[in-house]
């Protein structure tokens, strides 16, 4: 399996950002992807997953700004990014794995992330 990140890059506060994630490989007929940050000295934040019928979850920190979306048919994950904070910055990362009957999913897979920086 093999996740891509692209789309990320430099944008001034307030602004907006897409991301997209492309997957190769069997992951699972039944598979959750997700977006997850990491800052410079600070633990990596979970802030977006979709299961593959489509079920969406957001951290608090972006809900109600960031929209994660899916194309099964291309394969491709998406994260719209709006209203961007200089607190958004870090590097930004998706993730893949079988979701679980119940909790969260192993995140087994990743891609090499794409950096966000907001000024």
């Known amino acids: 399996v093999q996740l891509v990140e692209s789309g990320g890059g430099s944008v001034q506060a307030g602004g907006s950002l897409g991301l997209s994630c492309a997957h190769s490989g069997y992951i699972s007929s039944r598979h959750c992807m997700g977006w997850f940050r990491q800052a410079p000295g600070k633990a990596r934040e979970g802030i977006a997953g979709i299961r593959r019928d489509g079920d969406e979850y957001y951290a608090d920190s972006v809900k109600g700004r960031f929209t994660i979306s899916q194309d099964n048919a291309k394969n491709t994950i998406y994260l719209q990014m709006s209203s961007l904070t200089p607190d958004d910055t870090a590097m930004y990362y998706c993730?893949?794995?079988?979701?679980?009957?119940?909790?969260?999913?192993?995140?087994?897979?990743w891609g090499q992330g794409t950096q966000v920086t907001v000024s």
């Open positions: 993730a893949a794995d079988s979701c679980p009957d119940s909790g969260d999913p192993e995140w087994s897979y």
